[in-house]
Nanobody
Framework: QVQLVESGGGLVQDGGSLRLACVAS????????MAWYRQAPGKQRELVATITSGGTTSYGGSVKGRFTVSRDNAKSTVYLQMDSLKPEDTAVYYCHRIGTIYWGQGTQVTVSS
């Protein structure tokens, strides 16, 4: 059984920064590819970033150059550093273990203009 728990969301002004964290329980976190998704009201869930077990990263076009995904296998945690935030980044952000059914409960990020 795997549980994913996100934290770090909140309210921030346009241009601000936040760092999200996702702590994973269960075995073999170090070999798991992980992803961050987000879903804004009335919109489909959108892929934000991925990170492989080896640390290779990829980003959705709208966040490239502003967001950075990283992981700490010793802490079974994946992070999403979000800089230069914009109002259109407002969404619930979810952590996901790629290739599995496991999702976190989500954390709300709101960027005010």
């Amino acid at each position: 059984q795997v549980q994913l728990v996100e934290s770090g969301g909140g309210l921030v002004q346009d241009g601000g920064s936040l760092r999200l964290a996702c702590v994973a329980s269960g075995r073999l976190f170090s070999v798991a590819a992980m992803a961050w998704y987000r879903q804004a009201p009335g919109k489909q869930r959108e892929l934000v970033a991925t990170i492989t077990s080896g640390g290779t990263t990829s980003y959705g076009g709208s966040v490239k150059g502003r967001f950075t995904v990283s992981r700490d296998n010793a802490k079974s945690t994946v992070y999403l550093q979000m800089d230069s935030l914009k109002p259109e980044d407002t969404a619930v952000y979810y952590c996901h273990r790629i290739g599995t059914i496991y999702w976190g409960q989500g954390t709300q990020v709101t960027v005010s203009s």
